[in-house]
């Protein structure tokens, strides 16, 4: 019969040497690395150290200093964006008195996690990570004159509307106040000036609303109902020509039409040239779109067109472009008006019993027009179009001896032209019926071709 027990002892005597061998060979493989690292890293940053997730472990008093030096000359010269309604103030925090103190962040990367535990010195070493945090010194005072002198530039108190001559309203404008108060505006900058990436510091306003606005007025004239409203998009629209379409808005703003009376778009809005306060926007010359003074205001014209006709208002001038495109699109086809001092314009009559008040204003990427008045009207009005007409431009092809022999080059794109007609539906007492407002023609634009020869 054979002796089991003795080989199974053995065995567990032997794997309680080889368990304590291992036990022992780690231990002094950590006892070498430690005493080694301490030795070698003598006069270093300790592992793990970093300076704004900028490593600096295991690099000598000089080279921190080096790299501390660097970084901090970037925080100092980079700018810090101030936002205050929409508006940006840029400055440094060298422009404002605000130092960083290099030296108490050298120290505070040389003493850290000097560790005589080998356990706890492996560990600072593989795992733990720690941030110099950036030391700051300023003067209390200069943010403060800072932050008064943004108070005196962009506050301002609330500007009443009024009635000028019975004939136009001006709006009121709303005043303007800080919410975000001295504490937490230094707040802001402080740590914005510690951060290299997120250097935007926001402050927070409130509006204050005027005693008299153009609503009040309208209540008191007794003009607070809207008839109607159209709305057409300026998001896409180049500088000029956004500028061009709310200053137009603007003179029309508050235009009170009497019952009877005649609006001329063109006697209010003016040539719009350069001496007007306009700027260059795209202008239709010849068939071409092409930079001039006043483009853009036959949006604002487009849009208090539609306005018109869902208030039922009598149209007695109205003309379409000769070119309907991208530029001219802000509207349905058929649904434009363009405009040119001396040549075409925009005119309606008041055929209401009391008087109307036009409203133009911007709303986010919006051109807003409103037709106010005494009451609703009883009729309800929309405008549709029929029979569009398709006018396929034609591509014509012009030799080139300075091209190389067949090569394009496309030198105009075409444009479609179109013929369409424009009705006016009017919706009342259950009865329906359309009325022609416009047999409308938009030319073709031909495409050309360079072509070499």
């Known amino acids: 019969m054979r002796d089991f027990g003795f080989n199974f002892d053995q065995k567990k005597e032997k794997r309680k040497k080889l368990i304590l061998y291992t036990i022992l060979s780690v231990t002094i493989m950590v006892t070498i690395f430690f005493f080694l690292n301490v030795l070698l890293s003598k006069g270093k940053v300790a592992p793990g150290v970093k300076i704004a997730d900028i490593p600096i472990g295991g690099v000598d008093k000089k080279q921190a200093e080096k790299i501390i030096n660097e970084y901090l000359k970037t925080l100092k010269e980079d700018p810090i964006n101030i936002n205050i309604n929409g508006k940006i103030e840029t400055v440094t925090p060298k422009d404002i008195g605000i130092n960083f103190q290099k030296k108490e962040i050298l120290k505070d990367a040389l003493s850290f996690k000097k560790s005589i535990n080998p356990i706890t010195y492996v560990k600072e070493a593989f795992i733990s990570e720690y941030n110099v945090p950036i030391r700051v010194a300023y003067d209390k005072e200069k943010l403060k004159a800072l932050y008064n002198n943004l108070k005196k530039k962009y506050e301002t108190e609330p500007k009443n509307a009024i009635l000028k001559n019975k004939k136009k309203i001006i709006r009121g404008k709303y005043g303007i106040r800080f919410k975000t108060d001295f504490e937490k505006f230094e707040e802001r ?7 290299k990436d997120k250097r935007d510091v926001n402050i927070e306003i409130q509006y204050i609303e005027p005693d008299i606005t153009f609503r009040k007025i309208l209540t008191k004239l007794g003009l607070s109902t809207l008839i109607s409203t159209y709305k057409t998009s300026i998001k896409e629209k180049e500088e000029g020509s956004r500028f061009n379409v709310l200053l137009a808005a603007k003179k029309i703003d508050g235009t009170i039409v009497y019952p009877g009376e005649e609006f001329s778009y063109n006697k209010i809005v003016g040539p719009a040239e350069k001496n007007d ?90 051109l807003i027009i409103e037709i106010w008045g005494g009451k609703k009207p009883d009729t309800k009005y929309s405008v549709i179009t029929k029979g569009k007409e398709i006018i396929s431009y034609k591509t014509i092809y012009k030799k080139d001896k300075n091209l190389p022999k067949g090569k394009e080059i496309i030198e105009r794109e075409g444009i479609n032209g179109y013929r369409v007609k424009t009705y006016l539906v009017i919706e009342k007492d259950g009865e329906r019926k359309e009325k022609l407002l416009s047999y409308d023609y938009y030319h073709p634009i031909d495409k050309i071709v360079r072509i070499g020869k």
Do not use: W
């Open 189 to 195: 900058l402080i740590t914005a000036s510690v951060n």
């Open 277 to 366: 306060g306009f700027q260059k926007g795209l202008v239709i010359v010849g068939g071409k779109f092409v930079p001039g003074y006043g483009g853009g205001v036959c949006q604002t014209s487009s849009t208090l067109y539609n306005a018109l006709l869902l208030a039922g208002l009598k149209i007695t001038e109205r003309h379409n472009h000769s070119v309907y495109a991208d530029a001219t699109s802000y509207v349905p086809l058929g649904q434009d008006a363009a405009v040119y001092y001396g040549h075409k314009d925009l005119k309606f009559k008041n055929n209401l019993s009391f008087p109307i008040v036009i409203g133009a204003y911007k709303k986010g990427d919006y």
